[in-house]
């Protein structure tokens, strides 16, 4: 089971038929990456995504710095200098870990309002998630980031006055929608933006993408990993089959653009969950080994132009390798 979901990436430049198969089994290539980190065989989600943003292993806990907290360039800067169109999706605060890991540097994943402030340092074109909180009503100071976002070309709204589903964001400017106080809702509860801003997300980016160079956009179905940390089958269950819609949309895209590379992995694996005998397709029992998460191997399913270079087994670090090499960054 995937403990976090992310990845989709553009290197020029929805869905097939569901029936009645998951969108991950429509993958061609599928590997499996070693998610340790620097000095923990368990990594966190701080230095797995720092493996996928920056091609390093680090210490847990670690935000876009190296094991001496020197920041490390990410695959999102990068992309930014070479002029492409970026974003980043997540169903978490958009300053948690992994969003976070592709754009701040900090030496500690849980500085939310310095990591915030890190975002008025680049130039993401998309950004979706929550933390409003940490960009408006900070402790640390009475500096208002969405204010000061807006000054730097940005339009800037929330889940306060704008549903998700009216979300119709202009190309002229970045766009910065803010869908919760601090963490989102479970699906299970309510919260229904992953997969409305996965099918719009990399529609705006083509759009900005004006010297077709193609984009980089990472969406991460962060709460799959709650689900594990709570040890609660269903939790993790609806937050995948959110997920999964999630990369039915993207795939849809990919399939009629024709150049679009669609990864999908994750962090690390949490809980060690298993299915237990007598489960059946639309009944799991599952069961757990811990309430953290492990040292699985994890997959990696690739789809579109330059797939095959994913198959295999890897360091999670190869994966920066990997999608640098395929830009020609």
């Not at 907290?69 to 300053?95: F, H, K, Q, Y």
């Not at 204010?147 to 940005?154: A, G, I, P, Q």
């Not at 962060?222 to 999964?244: C, L, M, P, R, T």
Request: glycine letters at 10%.
């Amino acid at each position: 089971m995937i403990g976090d979901g992310m990845g989709v990436t553009q290197i020029s430049a929805g869905m097939y038929s569901n029936g009645n198969k998951l969108n991950l089994e429509k993958f061609p290539v599928i590997g499996l990456h070693k998610s340790y980190s620097s000095d923990n065989l368990v990594t966190d989600s701080a230095a797995g995504a720092t493996a996928f943003s920056a091609g390093i292993k680090t210490y847990n806990g670690a935000i876009g710095v190296d094991t001496d907290t020197m920041p490390v360039v990410t695959i999102l800067e990068l992309a930014e200098a070479a002029g492409l169109p970026t974003g980043l999706v997540a169903n978490c605060s958009i300053t948690h870990a992994t969003p976070a890991s592709f754009v701040s540097h900090n030496r500690y994943r849980k500085n939310y309002e310095e990591i915030a402030a890190d975002f008025l340092k680049t130039d993401v074109d998309l950004l979706i998630g929550g933390g409003a909180k940490y960009f408006e009503r900070r402790d640390s100071d009475d500096r208002n980031l969405s204010t000061e976002l807006r000054s730097k070309n940005y339009v800037v709204e929330s889940f306060v006055n704008t549903d998700m589903k009216d979300v119709r964001p202009g190309t002229d400017k970045n766009y910065f929608y803010l869908t919760a106080d601090t963490e989102p809702l479970p699906f299970s509860q309510g919260r229904d933006y992953l997969v409305p801003a996965a099918k719009m997300a990399p529609q705006f980016l083509q759009k900005r993408d004006i010297n077709n160079k193609g984009f980089f956009l990472m969406i991460e179905g962060s709460q799959i990993d709650w689900g594990g940390h709570a040890n609660k089958s269903d939790y993790i269950i609806s937050e995948v089959i959110e997920f999964d819609d999630a990369i039915g949309e993207v795939l849809d895209f990919a399939k009629k653009d024709g150049e679009t590379l669609v990864i999908v992995t994750a962090d690390h694996e949490t809980g060690g969950y298993a299915i237990q005998y007598g489960s059946k397709m639309d009944s799991i029992n599952g069961a757990f080994t811990s309430d953290y998460h492990t040292a699985d191997l994890i997959p990696v399913f690739a789809y579109g132009p330059g797939s095959e270079h994913f198959a295999g087994i890897y360091e999670n670090t190869a994966i920066f390798d990997k999608m640098k090499e395929l830009f020609g960054l």
